[in-house]
Structures are given as C-alpha cells and as structure tokens.
C-alpha cells in the first residue's frame, strides 16, 4: 500500500505470510527495523516513492550476521559500507560509532538471539531523473530478520551449481568492491539457477575466468592447497572470505588467490561457497559433474574453524563491539 509518497520497506519473502485473497505479503513477526535513528513499527518502516535508492538502485548496503545477539564481525562490514558509500559519493549521515549503537540497539529488540541484518543506506528522495545532486536526505534503515540461504539437506549432501550465462560486471564498468543496491546482474544468475532446478549459479567475468556466485565466494581445493578467485576477477571481497583466508592461515592450508578457468572449477576435489548470509556451504556438483569430496576434509577442518571463531568472538563483553 502506498500513501503519502512513502512504500512499504520490503523483508525477506520466506519469512512472510502470503494471503490467499490478496497475494500480499505479510511481514512475519521475526523482523525489527531501525530507521533513521530510532526502532519503527514495521508499519511506520517505509521510504518514499521518489527516493533514488528505490528508483534506481542508488545506494549502498551490508549484510550481516548476528548470532546470541552479537553482531559477528561488524567493524569490518561498517568499514566495507563507509568505502562503498565513498565510492559512489554519497554521504552516511552517521558515523561509524553511531552506526555501531544502532546495529546493537535492533539485534537488542529482535525476538530471536540468532538472525541477520540488512543494513541499507539510500541517496534519498530527489527529482525524477538520475541526477543524483538534487538528493538531499540520505535514508539509512536497518532489517533483522531470519535468513536460511539453503536447506539443511544442501549443507549436508552439497550445493548443486551451474555456471550462468549471464557474467558478471566488469571492475572497468563498475567495481566489485562496492556493494551496490543494484543487484539485477545477479538476480539474472540466480534466475538461471533456479530454472535450471539447481541452488546456486556461479557467474564468469568478461574473460570467461571464474568471479562468484550470486551471492557468495567460491573456494576450490586442488590437491590440498585452497584456492579462490581475487578481487580484480569480479569478486566481492567477502568479510566471509576474508576468515576463511585467515582460518587457513592459522590452520596450515595453503593458500592462493588466483585466477580460476570453469576446468579448475569442474576437476576440483572439493568446493565450497562462502559468504555472510551463506556461512560456509559446500559443494557437490558442478554443472553435472560431481564433485569427488564433498563435504571434503579442507572443507570440515574451515567449517569446523569457523563455527569455534564465531562463538568466541560473539561471547567477548559488548565493548569489543565499539
């Protein structure tokens, strides 16, 4: 419903409600959202019809997630939005401090200790037409939600993936490190995906090398030694990736960022994806081919890393958040 030039914020579809009557979305009572420095009503939770964000995918955005209540590596993902926001000239009218509070202030309200946040700066309301100079206001809301990237059976049997036709951007037209709202060249790659009836599409660059998934990293192992695409390929540089890296570090496993063909991808002996929202997933098919361990041992040792990384860090005294 729209009223007064404001839309309702959309949430995550698989936690709302579909009426039969009216097929619209009902919003579950598992969301919370801030909004320009206080928790709404998810009723009162909307953005004009003009802002640029929603017009044009202006804006810039971080997902993130909290877990007994903490948010999970939240410097690192304020900092990634303050540059991504640079990037595009457009001012965060918070700082980082105060972004901080507010993150600690909506996982504090949200009904469950464990879920995800959509953290979303837009340009703001303005003039029809691109321009953004006419933009004056700059909206910032906060999202905590549930979010299940994939089931159970996936984590455990292995993500099914394709390679998509549809590549990805390259860093001369628009840069990998910004995390942009304009998520259509992704969406196109996980339409694939789903048509094809599999769980994830994994996206090439202009120059037919491997960049990402749709919306998440992607790790191999050949003979023992990790390897992933770098950012100049087309990746986002992924918080997730960046433990992964660390953990392999601290574990002993050998580690490279390099350039990767579909070939490396297709006669790797394991795979996995990473990211905020995914955590760590393997892999058991690529394009019909089987993957030969999945999960493999590479895979097991990180995840298991992993999950020990977060508990540590999420039980640290909420100062360590500031």
């Known amino acids: 419903m729209v009223d007064s030039g404001m839309a309702n914020l959309a949430v995550a579809p698989r936690n709302s409600l579909l009426t039969e009557s009216t ?6 009572p ?8 206080a928790i709404v009503p998810l009723e009162q939770a909307t953005v004009s019809v ?3 964000g929603l017009l044009y995918g202006d804006g810039v955005f971080e997902g993130i997630r909290f877990y007994n209540g903490r948010a999970f590596r939240l410097q690192a993902h304020l900092e990634r939005l303050v540059l991504s926001a640079r990037a595009i000239a457009l001012e965060i009218p918070y700082n980082i401090e105060q972004l901080t509070q507010a993150v600690i202030d909506t996982t504090a309200t949200a009904p469950e200790p464990n879920g995800y946040l959509r953290l ?8 029809l037409g691109i321009d953004p100079s006419r933009c004056h206001s700059p909206v910032v ?24 036709a549809t590549r990805r951007l390259g860093a001369d037209g628009l840069d990998p490190r910004i995390k ?7 969406i196109l790659a996980r339409m694939e995906a789903t048509h094809a009836g599999a769980d994830e599409a994994i996206l090439l660059n202009g120059a037919g090398r491997i960049a990402e998934g749709s919306a998440d990293n992607i790790f191999i192992v050949q003979r023992g030694e ?11 540089d992924g918080i997730t990736r960046q433990v992964v890296l660390e953990l392999a570090q601290q574990l002993g496993i050998k580690t490279r960022e390099i350039p990767l063909a579909p070939y490396d ?27 030969p361990q999945c999960p493999g041992p590479v895979f097991s040792r990180l995840a298991a890393a992993f999950k020990a990384l977060v508990n540590q860090e999420v039980f640290l005294p909420e100062t360590s958040l500031l």
Request: proline fraction near 4%; charge should be negative; aromatic fraction near 8%.
């Open 23 to 28: 097929n619209e979305f009902v919003t579950a």
């Open 265 to 291: 991808l297709f006669t790797a002996d394991e795979c996995f994806l990473t990211g905020t929202g995914a955590e760590l997933i393997p892999v058991g098919h690529a394009d019909g081919r089987k993957i």
């Open 180 to 186: 942009s709202l304009n998520y259509l060249n992704h």
């Open 141 to 164: 809301f906060i999202i905590a939600d549930r979010l299940q990237m994939v089931s159970e059976r996936v984590r455990s049997e292995g993500a099914r993936v394709i390679i998509a």
């Open 50 to 52: 003009f802002d640029h």
């Open 30 to 37: 598992t969301a919370v959202c801030w909004r320009n420095g």
């Open 120 to 127: 979303v700066v837009t340009r703001g309301a303005g003039p």
């Open 226 to 236: 990790l390897l992933t695409p770098p950012v100049i390929e087309g990746a986002l």
